[in-house]
Nanobody
Framework: QVQLVESGGGLVQPGGSLRLSCTAF????????MDWYRQAPGKQRELVAT???????YYADSVKGRFTISRDNAKNTVYLQMNSLKPEDTAAYYC???????????????WGQGTLVTVSS
């Protein structure tokens, strides 16, 4: 089973930048679509960005042009570079590995524990 560990959260001023990292411990990282979600206090968890095994990407409209998702399969790590941060980006950010079927075995989705990002002056 894969375990995901996020890091890189913290306090940043509006307009600043942070880079989140999510490292997968276990096998089958390179074949999995990876996502970043976030959940602000009192709100539902929302999808922020997705990257496929071939590095096709998707972004929520709210972060398009400011956030960049990338992956380094050699390091089993997915990144979320966040620029031009706004107070409304304040949330707990979660990494997720999408489920995958290889031969006849299903590997379920896996969530990280989350890392907190606070954008405030």
């Amino acid at each position: 089973q894969v375990q995901l560990v996020e890091s890189g959260g913290g306090l940043v001023q509006p307009g600043g930048s942070l880079r989140l990292s999510c490292t997968a411990f276990g096998s089958i990282f390179s074949s999995r679509t990876m996502d970043w979600y976030r959940q602000a206090p009192g709100k539902q968890r929302e999808l922020v960005a997705t990257i496929t095994p071939l590095s096709s990407t998707y972004y929520a409209d709210s972060v398009k042009g400011r956030f960049t998702i990338s992956r380094d399969n050699a390091k089993n790590t997915v990144y979320l570079q966040m620029n031009s941060l706004k107070p409304e980006d304040t949330a707990a950010y979660y990494c997720k590995a999408d489920p995958i079927v290889i031969l006849t075995r299903t590997y379920p989705e896996v969530w990280g524990q989350g890392t907190l990002v606070t954008v405030s002056s």
